[in-house]
């Protein structure tokens, strides 16, 4: 189950940060907004993935992948301003019925980046 503050934080936009690993072992970042994240009812985040393609090519092998997001219209731990570090599991859809679901709402998208959480930290 999803942490309520945390489903208040994406009812606000900010700034959502998905990092994978490069070869090299270094990160790779990119960006979407909170508003563009779904949730299904098993509690899977489902992203669309315009572009995104070194981010797929980076999961492909290796699957983990982090999240940061926040908004400071949410009660944080010590004042304005809620954020959020989640850790997960994530892969690339191109049929099925999230796909569809982002397709639906977002037809530009030519993907859905599916994450499955594995841990997620109030880090504000």
């Given at each position: 189950?999803?942490?309520?503050k945390?489903?208040?934080?994406?009812?606000?936009?900010?700034v959502?940060?998905?990092?994978?690993l490069?070869?090299?072992?270094?990160?790779?970042?990119?960006?979407?907004?909170?508003?563009?994240?779904?949730?299904?009812?098993?509690?899977?985040?489902?992203?669309?993935?315009?572009?995104?393609?070194?981010?797929?090519?980076?999961?492909?092998?290796?699957?983990?992948?982090?999240?940061?997001?926040?908004?400071?219209?949410?009660?944080?731990?010590?004042?304005?301003?809620?954020?959020?570090?989640?850790?997960?599991?994530?892969?690339?859809?191109?049929?099925?019925?999230?796909?569809?679901?982002?397709?639906?709402?977002?037809?530009?998208?030519?993907?859905?980046?599916?994450?499955?959480?594995?841990?997620?930290?109030?880090?504000?």
């Amino acid at each position: 189950m999803l942490p309520d503050k945390f489903l208040r934080v994406l009812e606000h936009e900010g700034v959502v940060a998905i990092a994978t690993l490069e070869e090299t072992g270094l990160p790779h970042l990119v960006n979407t907004w909170n508003s563009y994240i779904q949730i299904t009812a098993d509690g899977l985040l489902v992203i669309p993935a315009g572009g995104m393609c070194t981010t797929e090519k980076n999961l492909s092998r290796n699957n983990t992948v982090l999240l940061t997001m926040g908004s400071r219209d949410v009660e944080g731990k010590r004042g304005p301003g809620a954020g959020f570090l989640i850790k997960g599991t994530a892969e690339f859809l191109y049929a099925g019925t999230e796909f569809d679901l982002i397709k639906s709402k977002f037809p530009w998208a030519r993907a859905a980046l599916k994450v499955a959480i594995t841990d997620i930290t109030q880090t504000l």
